[in-house]
């Protein structure tokens, strides 16, 4: 490389100074704008035995105050029925607006919440930043910056956080790591120029070796950032699925193939296998009655293309895993794939009609009993799977909470039994139990009753006494 | 004290053993001191199973006269907690050394309240005696992992004393004033104050004899999981102290096979009556069933909502959890044969496979990222059925080192590996 003269570095030195100063200057103009694509979302998760407050952000993405919320602001099996109070607030304001809950959407995760009208007005779609066609990709080095919002007791404040593109990566999605934090989890991130570049993804673990005096160091922990992140989705990521709102709360229709515990193929595997250079994903098991059952999927397959294309190759491979999830995920059920396995040295082409997501625990019927002291639900597809049992033998229902001290829960019953037989007599369905358990809850003679429960593939019979 | 008692003080021995550790993915020896009793003049040692197993590899014996000689395992039962031992004869015979042996007395005769005394090696520290009382004659208490990863309990009751029991006194003998051998103390409750257990010589004489005769206990299985039928008399319309409540029947066991289900009452064995109201009973009746030689069909008395009936099971040899384990010293894994009871407690289905229980780090299962608690089911595409093909495997890799491909199972997650040199 050439030695620049002293002069001509000094020179360039002052002219970018300037430019940068000059620039740096609209920032809390920019920010003054971009701040109303902004929100925090409160909500209440509402149980037999408590009531739990969350805080996430979340982002305005129309007109009709529609909100995304990263896929880890809600739990995924809470149904949605205990998900309670939606407010909304605007950064800096201690007023707020109800929110409805939407639900989630599978392919993105996103979980979808829209403001009152009260609020609506206050708001601005992020797709106002947005670039007219293409998404601008920012490159290495580029600055890059967003929103964080400071906790409630402080009205959410916004505040600035700016940082350099570090690295781009596919983890499936093109994932933007800046050098520090650059947004809020959830919240937009953009360029120079005030353009949306991206949203903030919650932050990875970074670790770190505790060192003292004491302490002389040993394995690393792993610290989590939960208020800001580095990484983000870049907005070719995100603007295309916007208008994934669900139709309904359930966010079905979920289309569903069936080939479970999908595990990556390694590296080492691939070359061992001659595949050197492919990606792969190992199917675990082949669920019962499952769209790759019905394609002639076995356990221990590896998936090795889609629709013709070979699984893309990923650092670290594990993401293949989640790169076949999103590929049913962004499909509907009825659709077809066509999947391209490897089984012992042979290399099969499968063609499986997606079906529909069986119901879901989240969605299986439930119901409390307050003197019993406990909370019976329906045994749904997910409960045979996990319980290794035939889901056409699978009548009983599912004990889904156990409320301390009470006669259920002195009698020994668990969350995750399965009820099978109430007083000797086998249990039909989730209605037959709700019939049997309620005439024994109501009446006021009844002192005792027995449950046979299956723990484990063990069972167990249980002694209730009510007095 | 009288003669008797001195006697018996002459016939407890030091036991050193040296025993071989799979658990880090390398062969290791630990050293472990315990306790024990001159049975014969031939030279038998009784002491506990988690003193002595088949895993120990060097077994020092330190008799009353602080000479010390060699001895081998004649055969163990982790079931009852015991071992039995036989000193190097030649040994014996060659330096002409005495020995003096104790006499077993009559444990179902003990009372709470009577004067014991342990004898032992607390601690290392030889022939000590502590004394205590017969806490409870007939203590109810079953582990399923108690003795080193083995079961342990279910077939009898214990005896708890109050005379002070350490860590090295286990094998050692619970004797009366007259010198006369009750129990072989086992174990004690850690932190609590003189909560001892020792296992009743009644039992332990019946383990003797199997022990000396062929040097193992053979069990019949039929596969049922007792519960005590304590306050269950009145659902199950059943006058008092009748029937013992079956809580569990293990799929694919003779007795899931003859029909029984959880819930079931049974009223009796071959005609014979069962009652099981109380925990205490429950090993007795287990160990009714256990005591059939294999392969006899028992007709097992059964209540059913208000039905009875008979039932027809053909006992099977009862098996424990833990298999047989290996060191495979070129890949840095230490294995376990997924046994019967293992796939069936953990829903697996069938045997094939060995759990890994120890990980060697920098070898080549560590750098593959195979972790403890990983089931390998298969090595280069070949079903591991027994331990042998494992360790064949192993040794085909050791002579020439090459790519060799595990399946591993976790959590039923199907994961592949490659082990490399």
């Known amino acids: 490389m050439m030695p620049v003269s002293g002069r001509r570095a000094a020179a360039l030195f002052i002219i970018l100074a300037a430019a940068c100063r000059m620039r740096g200057a609209d920032i809390p103009a920019l920010l003054a704008e971009r701040v109303r694509s902004v929100v925090a979302v409160e909500y209440f998760t509402e149980t037999e035995s408590e009531r739990r407050t969350t805080v996430a952000y979340g982002t305005v993405i129309d007109d009709r105050g529609t909100i995304i919320l990263p896929p880890g602001a809600i739990d995924g099996h809470v149904p949605p029925a205990q998900l309670k109070d939606f407010k909304v607030f605007v950064p800096g304001d201690p007023s707020n607006g109800a929110g409805t809950y939407l639900g989630q959407d599978a392919y993105t995760g996103w979980h979808f919440v829209r403001a009152d009208e009260k609020i609506r007005e206050r708001l601005v779609p992020v797709t106002r930043f947005a670039a007219a066609r293409h998404a601008p990709v920012p490159v290495l080095g580029d600055e890059v910056w967003g929103i964080g919002l400071r906790p409630l007791e402080e009205d959410f404040m916004p505040y600035y956080l700016g940082s350099h593109l570090a690295l781009v990566q596919s983890l499936p999605q093109l994932t933007g790591e800046a050098q520090q934090e650059v947004a809020g989890p959830g919240l937009p991130v953009f360029n120079r120029d005030g353009v949306l570049v991206g949203l903030g993804l919650n932050s990875g673990g970074q670790p770190y070796v505790l060192y003292s005096q004491a302490n002389r160091g040993g394995a690393p922990v792993y610290l989590v950032d939960v208020e800001e992140s580095s990484l983000f989705l870049l907005a070719g990521e995100v603007l295309p699925y916007l208008n994934r ?43 019962e009655g499952s769209p790759a059952e019905r394609a002639g999927m076995k356990d221990h397959d590896i998936i090795i293309a889609i629709d013709g294309s070979p699984l893309p190759v990923f650092r670290p491979t594990r993401y293949v895993t989640e790169y076949v999830d999103r590929e049913v995920e962004r499909r509907r059920p009825g659709d077809v794939m066509t999947l391209t396995v490897l089984r012992g040295s042979e290399r099969l082409t499968l063609m499986a009609t997606l079906g529909d997501q069986p119901t879901l625990i989240r969605e299986a019927k439930r119901k409390y009993f307050d003197r019993i002291g406990f909370t019976a639900r329906e045994f749904v597809y997910g409960d045979a799977v996990d319980r290794r049992t035939r889901v056409v033998n699978s009548a009983g229902v599912i004990v889904h909470y156990v409320k301390p001290n009470t006669p259920a829960s002195i009698a020994g019953l668990e969350p995750d039994d399965w009820i099978k037989d109430i007083d000797g007599v086998a249990v039909r369905s989730f209605a037959d139990a709700v019939d049997k358990l309620s005439a024994i809850e109501f009446d006021p003679l009844r002192s005792e009753f027995v449950l046979l429960v299956s723990r484990g593939g063990d069972t167990a019979v249980l002694h209730v006494k009510l007095k | 004290m009288g003669r008797g008692f001195n006697q018996l003080l002459d016939s407890v021995v030091r036991i050193d053993v040296r025993e071989v550790d799979y658990d880090g993915g390398a062969r290791r020896f630990q050293a472990s001191i ?38 081998r395992l004649v055969g163990w039962d982790h079931w009852t907690d015991l071992a039995l031992l036989r000193l190097d004869m030649g ?9 003096t042996h104790g006499e077993f007395g009559d444990s179902d005769r003990l009372f709470p ?28 208490f079953e582990d399923d992992n108690g003795v080193n990863g083995y079961e342990t309990g279910a077939f009898n009751t214990w005896l708890q004393t109050d005379a002070a029991i350490n860590p090295g006194n286990s094998g050692g003998p619970l004797v009366t004033e007259d010198g006369r051998i009750v129990g072989i103390t086992s174990r004690g409750y850690l932190g609590a104050n003189n909560l001892g257990f020792a296992i009743p010589a009644n039992v332990a004489k019946g383990i003797v004899a199997g022990l000396v005769q062929t040097g193992t206990i053979t069990r019949s299985y039929v596969g049922i999981v007792p519960k005590a039928l304590q306050d269950f008399e009145g659902f199950y319309a059943l006058a008092l102290d009748t029937g013992m409540l079956i809580d569990s029947v293990d799929p694919g066991s003779p007795a899931a096979r003859a029909g029984l289900l959880g819930g079931d009452v049974l009223l009796a064995i071959n005609g014979r009556k069962v009652d099981g109201r109380f925990p205490e009973q429950l090993p007795p009746i287990q160990n009714l069933i256990a005591s059939q030689p294999v392969g006899s069909v028992l007709v097992l008395t059964l209540k059913r909502g208000t039905r009875v009936s008979d039932a027809s099971v053909v006992t099977e040899r009862l098996e ?34 060995v759990l890994v229980i120890g990980i060697h780090p920098g070898f080549p299962a560590d750098a593959a990222g195979i972790q403890a608690g990983d089931l390998v089911t298969k090595i280069n595409e070949k079903p591991l059925t027994s331990i042998d093909v494992v360790n064949q495997a192993q040794a085909a890799y050791a002579a020439k080192p090459g790519p060799t491909l595990l399946e591993t199972v976790r959590d039923r997650r199907v994961s592949l590996y490659i082990l490399k040199p």
């Open chain 2, 34 to 71: 315990g306790s024990g009793v001159l049975l014969s003049s031939d030279g038998l040692v009784l002491t506990n199973a988690h003193v002595a197993s088949p895993r120990a590899v060097e077994i020092t014996i330190t008799l009353a006269s602080l000479e010390r000689v060699g001895a």
């Open chain 2, 113 to 140: 309240g009577e004067t014991v005394y342990a004898v032992g090696t607390p601690f290392g520290l030889t022939r000590t005696v502590t004394r205590g009382i017969i806490s409870n004659s007939n203590r109810y």
């Open chain 2, 91 to 99: 040994e014996v015979r060659r330096r002409r050394l005495k020995l």
């Open chain 2, 320 to 353: 424990s959890s833990m298999g047989e384990e290996s060191v495979l010293d070129a890949w840095g894994l230490s294995v376990r044969k997924v046994s019967r009871t293992f796939a069936r407690e953990n829903q697996l289905p069938d045997d094939t496979g």
């Open chain 1, 245 to 287: 709102i669900p139709g309904r709360v359930d966010g079905r229709p979920l289309a569903w193939l069936g080939a479970d515990g999908l595990a990556p193929m390694d590296r080492d595997v691939a070359d061992f296998l001659k595949l050197g250079g492919h990606s792969g994903a190992v199917v675990s098991e082949v669920l």
